[in-house]
């Protein structure tokens, strides 16, 4: 069964630091772009953080500086370390798996992060 997981999200002051994890089952993990999308009430979702099977990274400039993607290939799992938080931060998080060369695309269920005091 072809899944993504997230956990980690919460409710955080700011300033505060949150650690995303996304746990992939079903898919050939390694191949995948896997990134970190968001989804704030009334906008659409926009691209966070994203890292290539090769290790390539990409950050949304809002967010340069202060979150952090990476993975693991052996426990099939990508990271999304947040610091310095701020209430603009605050979405739904999603975790994405895409692979390139046929554009397959897989969404996990979300995870509401909050930033407020």
């Known amino acids: 069964q072809v899944q993504l997981v997230e956990s980690g999200g919460g409710l955080v002051q700011p300033g505060g630091s949150l650690r995303l994890s996304c746990a992939a089952s079903g898919i050939a993990f390694s191949i995948y772009t896997m990134g970190w999308y968001r989804q704030a009430p009334g906008k659409q979702r926009e691209l966070v953080a994203a890292l290539t099977s090769g290790g390539s990274t990409n950050y949304a400039d809002s967010v340069k500086g202060r979150f952090t993607i990476s993975r693991d290939n052996a426990k099939n799992s990508v990271y999304l370390q947040m610091n310095s938080l701020k209430p603009e931060d605050t979405a739904v998080y999603y975790c994405?798996?895409?692979?390139?060369?046929?554009?397959?695309?897989?969404w996990g269920q979300g995870t509401q992060v909050t930033v407020s005091s």
């Open positions: 994405n798996a895409l692979r390139t060369l046929t554009l397959r695309n897989i």
